[in-house]
């Protein structure tokens, strides 16, 4: 793993997140994409090296609208940057980490991602990210 590439945060209303975002960081977003196979709609800050990325689901059956009715808004997950994913994948999956993707999918941000159960990561939803070639 290379780097911290992005922190998510479920929010319940993008818009008002962005608002209080662009006061935050005394900057706009970069990009808005919608992720159709993730139900969410995405809008992203760069922070030195590193992203912050708003989540709000599209969807009703959507992971990022359970979160929020679950726990509410918040951090969901932390993404790392990996050169290989299917070598990350695999070498976790040897080292116990249970995962929720057993193969790669596209993700935001011209990503391929794959996401780590938080039960065998302490609690957190890990994410890994490559770039597409």
Do not use: W
């Not at 990325?53 to 969807?59: D, I, P, Q, V």
């Not at 980490?97 to 991602?113: H, M, Q, R, S, V």
């Amino acid at each position: 793993m290379n780097k911290i590439e992005h922190i998510g945060v479920a929010v319940a209303d993008l818009d008002q997140a962005k608002k209080v975002f662009d006061l935050l960081f005394a900057r706009e977003g970069y990009k808005s994409e919608t992720v159709d196979s993730e139900g969410v709609t995405t809008h992203f800050y760069q922070m030195g090296d590193s992203k912050i990325e708003l989540l709000e689901a599209t969807k009703p059956d959507s992971a990022i609208r359970k979160f929020i009715e679950k726990r509410g808004e918040g951090m969901h997950h932390i993404a790392f940057d990996v050169d290989d994913i299917h070598g990350e994948i695999q070498r976790l999956r040897e080292a116990g980490f249970t995962l929720l993707n057993e193969t790669p999918k596209e993700g935001a941000d011209n990503k391929l991602i794959a996401f780590l159960h938080p039960k065998s990561t302490g609690g957190i939803l890990v994410e890994l990210c490559q770039e597409k070639k």
